[in-house]
Nanobody
Framework: QVPLVASGGASVQTGGSLTLSCAASGDTNSINYMAWFRQGPGKEREGVAAIRTGSSSTYYADSVRARFTISEDTTKNMMFLEMSDLKPEDTAMYYC????????????????????WGQGTPVNVSS
């Protein structure tokens, strides 16, 4: 197991920016992909962004493309989600996840493909 710890959630106003962090520990060499998911009030958990570790390959949900940027610092076993131009609909609990079962593009933002999850960090965007 690879413990994941998400942090950085906060309350911001519409149009604001925020960066979330996810720290991985344990056997991180086995991780090929990591991702961010979110679950808004009364909504299902949805994939936001994914990254192939050690590469520049990134994947985004259409709803956040051009506003969110996923990145990593492999030297520190950290993953980040830079969020800009935040909207009230971005309000959610954000989770980091690692090591999806399948690596097809469609799978990387699919909740059921991941078994390793961090605890959530809350983001609240007020209008």
């Amino acid at each position: 197991q690879v413990p994941l710890v998400a942090s950085g959630g906060a309350s911001v106003q519409t149009g604001g920016s925020l960066t979330l962090s996810c720290a991985a520990s344990g056997d991180t060499n086995s991780i090929n992909y990591m991702a961010w998911f979110r679950q808004g009030p009364g909504k299902e958990r949805e994939g936001v962004a994914a990254i192939r570790t050690g590469s520049s390959s990134t994947y985004y949900a259409d709803s956040v493309r051009a506003r969110f940027t996923i990145s990593e610092d492999t030297t520190k076993n950290m993953m980040f989600l830079e969020m800009s131009d935040l909207k009230p609909e971005d309000t959610a609990m954000y989770y980091c996840a690692a090591d999806p079962t399948r690596h097809a593009t469609w799978a990387l933002l699919s909740e059921r493909e991941y078994s390793r999850w961090g605890q959530g960090t809350p983001v609240n965007v007020s209008s």
